[in-house]
């Protein structure tokens, strides 16, 4: 799977588990953190942990297992690095505080449901 199939699937799982403001920002000609962010909000500390988890397990089950998984534990933001793509799940305050969105607006917003 190529890292933008990766991040569209990403952001396919999140959709489905009713993740608010999905965005795929291709950020891999001015960064070299990683190819492609997934940012998306989850409506409580509760429904980010479950898209979290929903993503997690979905992947796995394709055999992709993230390198890591930062901020399970902090109610507001979880990052899951699948190293080429970094799936950041935020509740709706979390993400108008650390504004990744305005940080990455240099990268191309991709539209993810184009097939």
Known sequence: MTSLELAKKAAAIL????????????IEDISSIADYFVIANGTSSTHVRALSDELEEKLKEEGTSPTRVEGYRSNSWVLLDYSSVVVHVFTGEAREFYDLDRLWADGIKMDWQEK
């Open 15 to 26: 959709d489905d588990k009713k993740a608010d403001k999905i965005n795929v920002i291709k």
